[in-house]
């Protein structure tokens, strides 16, 4: 996804779930009928692959990624973010 493009769900105190596909072979976010998924190549170890998770879906949103919060999910494959105010 380009920056921004997701930016109509970047609202102040909204909730964004996503699936992780960790180990994947590209960084992407892809919206589909199901919801967004995230695919990032880092390994799910150390906050790794959440950070990198973090940093694609602040991308898309058009966001920095520290006004991203990991609210739900820390060591599942969904996860849920708060946009900070």
């Keep these: 996804m380009t ?3 997701l930016a109509h769900l970047a609202k102040p105190g909204a909730e964004i779930a996503v699936r992780v596909t960790p180990k994947a072979s590209r960084n992407a976010v892809l919206a ?7 695919l990032v190549t ?3 170890e150390d906050g790794k692959a959440n950070a990198g998770v973090q ?4 991308h898309a949103l058009g966001i920095p990624k520290s006004r991203l919060e990991l609210i739900r999910g820390a060591t599942a494959r969904d996860k849920v973010f708060r946009v900070a105010g």
């Design 42 to 44: 880092a390994v799910p």
């Design 3 to 5: 920056k921004g493009e």
């Design 55 to 58: 940093k694609l879906l602040a």
């Design 32 to 38: 589909d009928a199901t919801g967004l998924r995230v």
